[in-house]
């Protein structure tokens, strides 16, 4: 009995697999097409939700990032332009400090040195502009916490010069600076900081004083002293000090100091003035007396400068109105170049920040790329892969679509 011949034959489920097989390798190879074309191994959410949710994080903090970058631009441009104002500031106190060395040249007359105080006050006014300079958006470049929009005022409107704001430097964060500079700290003086006093004896004295020296911050009241009463007596002189309040009131009684030693050469130390001091040269005479006051802030030293130099009857009066000018302008010179400072460690700190942001940015662009960008070359090798077993799959459909029950009859 001989063994019966059988055949494998297609049937409908059979193609039905195959079919979907082949629908199923298309889709793939068509999704491969569309990441390799975009770059990207997520289209879509549903291609990957955790990789998905991890690169719309990135996207989002590399969106921060670029705001603290701008809002950093935006600072680092306003200190800028206030480094660079006070720039102008100290080449315009050492135009009026040339200026008003220049009015102690003995040579000069009343009018000279009347004309260089015109010079000089148009100096000022210019000062006056550039320490109310603002920003490209209209904000006070030394504003410091708030101010006015025009933060510093003269004479004109109160008794004397004054900052219209709070004093102080705001706080900058990780990734900010601050946008202005503390302009009371540059522009308004401070007796117990700076010690800048204004030494003036009487018209016609012949004595000549140097610049007020600090002795001890802590002891300083910033009140005025009025010496006079000065007595000489061989090698000493004797004296009364008068101190006085803000308004000009006496603040008690008038005290005598000394004996104190004076020579024709080094003159006398003046004691007394809470936490300060003042060498006065010449021979004293019962009638001299000198007021001793404070200046509140660069404008003023200018001003009284300008006073001095105008109102000099005489060479001595005016190279003791030129030796405070030149001491109390120094003073100012020191406090502007110490914002400049201020000014360079912050713009410093605004490159630092710049930095860490570029970092900061290559970490998160790092993060989305893995997340959601597409390996090109592992990306082509499943392309390829794909694309040979499709092709595949479509020669063994060619190849079994053939075999059906009437094929094999025939």
Aim: aromatic content about 4%.
């Amino acid at each position: 009995m001989s063994v019966a011949t059988f055949a494998r034959l297609g049937t409908s489920n059979a193609y039905d697999n195959t079919i979907a097989n082949l629908q199923t390798r298309q889709n793939n190879l068509s999704t491969l097409q569309e990441q390799m074309t975009s770059g990207k191994k997520i289209t879509t959410p549903s291609d990957d939700p955790t990789g998905a949710a991890q690169a719309e994080r990135a996207l989002n903090r590399l969106a921060r990032i670029a705001t603290d970058q701008r809002a950093l631009e935006a600072q680092r441009n306003s200190i800028s332009q206030a480094e660079s104002t006070l720039s102008d500031v100290t080449d315009t106190l050492q135009q009026i400090r040339d200026l008003a060395n220049s009015a102690g040249n003995g040579s000069f007359t009343n009018s000279d040195r009347k004309t260089v105080a015109l010079q000089i006050i148009g100096l000022r006014d210019r000062l006056i502009s550039l320490a109310n300079t603002q920003d490209a958006n209209g904000q006070p470049l030394f504003s410091a916490l708030g101010s006015a929009l025009k933060p510093f005022e003269g004479p004109a409107i109160s008794p004397d010069y004054s900052f219209n704001g709070l004093a102080g430097t705001s706080a900058g964060s990780t990734y900010s600076i601050p946008s202005t500079l503390d302009g009371e700290s540059a522009f308004m003086l401070q007796p117990g900081r700076d010690a800048a006093f204004n030494a003036q004896p009487v018209s016609g004295s012949k004595l000549l004083t140097s610049g007020v020296t600090l002795v001890n911050s802590s002891a300083v009241t910033g009140n005025s002293y009025t010496i006079s009463n000065m007595v000489l007596s061989g090698n000493t002189v004797t004296y009364d000090l008068q101190e006085k309040d803000a308004n000009g009131a006496p603040v008690g009684a008038p005290t005598t100091n000394g004996p104190v030693s004076w020579s024709a050469s080094a003159g006398f130390t003046v004691t007394g003035m809470s936490g300060l001091s003042l060498t006065v040269k010449g021979i004293p005479a019962g009638t001299d007396s000198i007021d001793v006051q404070p200046n509140s802030s660069v404008f003023a030293t200018v001003d009284k400068a300008i006073n001095g130099i105008t109102n000099a009857a005489n060479s001595t009066e005016a190279n003791q109105a030129v030796s405070q000018a030149l001491h109390n302008i120094d003073i100012s010179l020191g406090r502007i170049s110490a914002i400049r400072g201020q000014a360079g460690d912050l713009l410093n700190r605004a490159d630092s920040i710049t930095a860490t942001n570029d970092k900061r940015n290559v970490e998160q662009e790092a993060n989305r790329s893995r997340a959601e960008d597409m390996d090109m070359i592992k990306g082509v090798s499943q392309f390829q892969n794909q694309q040979t077993g499709y092709q595949a799959a479509l020669q063994s459909y060619a190849q079994i679509q053939k075999l059906s029950l009437f094929n094999f009859i025939s």
